[in-house]
Each structure stands twice: as C-alpha cells, then as structure tokens.
C-alpha cells in the first residue's frame, strides 16, 4: 500500500523532477505534488510524495528528514489525512448603515 509523505521547508525553486529524483533513492516514487501560487507558479516551500510501499516511505523518513537540500533543511513525515474544513464564503462584515456612503475619508466626506 502506498504512503503518503509531506515534505516541508523546501527551497521555493523545487521541482517535481527534483523530488522524484531525490526520493527514488529510497525507493520507487507513484506521485509527487510540488504545491505551488496559483497566480506566479512558484512553488510555496511544500510538497507531497507517494511512495508505492510503507517500507519505501519509511526509508525515505530515514534518509531525507532533515536532509539539506539547495541550503535549506527539509523536513519528511507521514502526511496528515486533509482536515474537513468549513464552506467558504466570508467577504466581511458588512453593515447596512453605511449603504450609499462614500466612506473614503475617516471625516466621512462625500465625493
């Protein structure tokens, strides 16, 4: 069965092809997910790695946790399942007093 890693404090210039080079060194790698901004493509100092065994990823664990990688000290480990979390929608706190006011200045001065 395949495990899944969490690979922290990467350089912001990782790749996939990067990580899937590294950890196939302790075994054979089914995925690896480089997260990434969505609107400038750099990746965001984290990634995801699957290994096809527990043994395989338990070695991984071993060899890479706290591995330096282009300067920086990665950290390995088991991934977490993904937490539910709450339906967005947010937006702020809008108050209905204020409707058709141009509040742009703190003396409230129409424009």
């Known amino acids: 069965m395949a495990k899944r890693l969490f690979i922290g ?20 790698v089914s995925n690896v997910s480089v997260i990434t901004d969505r ?12 290994m096809t065994t527990d043994e395989e990823a338990d070695n991984a664990i071993k ?16 991934a977490r399942p993904k937490e539910d979390r709450p339906a967005g929608g947010g937006g702020g706190n809008f108050n209905n007093s204020n409707r058709g006011r141009n509040d742009f200045s703190r003396s409230n001065k129409r424009w």
């Open 9 to 28: 404090s990467l350089p912001y210039s990782c790749t996939n092809a990067q990580l899937e080079e590294l950890f196939s060194q302790a075994g054979k």
């Open 39 to 50: 609107i400038s493509g750099q990746g965001k100092g984290f990634a995801f790695v699957e």
């Open 63 to 78: 060899m890479f946790n706290n591995y330096s990688l282009d300067g920086r000290t990665i950290v390995v480990n088991v």
